[in-house]
């Protein structure tokens, strides 16, 4: 029998509002797709492309400062460069079927593009589950779970401060006199 603690109310409101979204896309993507023109010329390709690549080179030099400095956000910051690097493969070869520069696009795609983003997913997997399990062997005595997914969303509470407790202590009492 396994211990499913009940869900707060963020928890409920945000699950909803994923499932809400997700629903709202089905159509949204089935519309879009079946409206779109087959060809479009796009005013601004460059700025496009290069406030892409500048996102991205700016989430790469966040993600070696992280690292630099050891900062727990690197796992969310990676899973970002990840998805981004990801996107740009996406993009990058959709858009260059047909022209003579696509043999370059599913080099760089697959060379480079999509084994670093699976790459980052991996190392940001690898960092959450080690974070998970050092809390997890800090707050039990009970063997940490093996697979991410069987870990819960920790909720902590937050003790009052020390300087609460300390008020209602008289100050005359702590002087040393007695």
Same mark, same amino acid.
């Given at each position: 029998?396994?211990?499913?603690?009940?869900?707060?109310?963020?928890?409920?409101?945000?699950?909803?509002?994923?499932?809400?979204?997700?629903?709202?896309?089905?159509?949204?993507?089935?519309?879009?797709?079946?409206?779109?023109?087959?060809?479009?010329?796009?005013?601004?390709?460059?700025?496009?492309?290069?406030?892409?690549?500048?996102?991205?080179?700016?989430?790469?030099?966040?993600?070696?400062?992280?690292?630099?400095?050891?900062?727990?956000?690197?796992?969310?910051?990676?899973?970002?460069?990840?998805?981004?690097?990801?996107?740009?493969?996406?993009?990058?070869?959709?858009?260059?079927?047909?022209?003579? +520069?696509?043999? #370059?696009?599913? #080099?760089?795609?697959?060379?480079?593009?999509?084994?670093?983003?699976?790459?980052?997913?991996?190392?940001?997997?690898?960092?959450?589950?080690?974070?998970?399990?050092?809390?997890?062997?800090?707050?039990?005595?009970?063997?940490?779970?093996?697979?991410?997914? +069987?870990?819960?969303?920790?909720?902590?509470?937050?003790?009052?401060?020390?300087?609460?407790?300390?008020?209602?202590? +008289?100050?005359?009492?702590?002087?040393?006199?007695?």
């Amino acid at each position: 029998m396994r211990f499913r603690p009940t869900l707060s109310r963020r928890a409920q409101l945000t699950s909803l509002f994923f499932l809400c979204a997700a629903v709202f896309l089905i159509p949204w993507t089935i519309y879009v797709g079946l409206t779109l023109p087959p060809k479009y010329s796009a005013r601004h390709w460059g700025v496009l492309w290069t406030g892409f690549d500048v996102a991205l080179i700016a989430v790469m030099l966040l993600a070696a400062w992280a690292a630099r400095y050891r900062r727990q956000i690197l796992a969310v910051i990676i899973i970002v460069a990840a998805t981004l690097l990801i996107c740009d493969a996406w993009f990058d070869m959709v858009t260059s079927f047909g022209n003579r +520069d696509d043999w #370059l696009t599913l #080099l760089t795609g697959f060379g480079g593009e999509l084994p670093l983003g699976i790459y980052l997913y991996w190392l940001s997997h690898r960092m959450i589950m080690n974070t998970l399990t050092a809390l997890h062997h800090e707050t039990s005595d009970l063997a940490p779970p093996q697979r991410l997914r +069987d870990f819960t969303i920790v909720e902590r509470a937050i003790e009052p401060f020390a300087r609460d407790h300390d008020a209602n202590v +008289d100050p005359s009492a702590s002087s040393g006199q007695e």
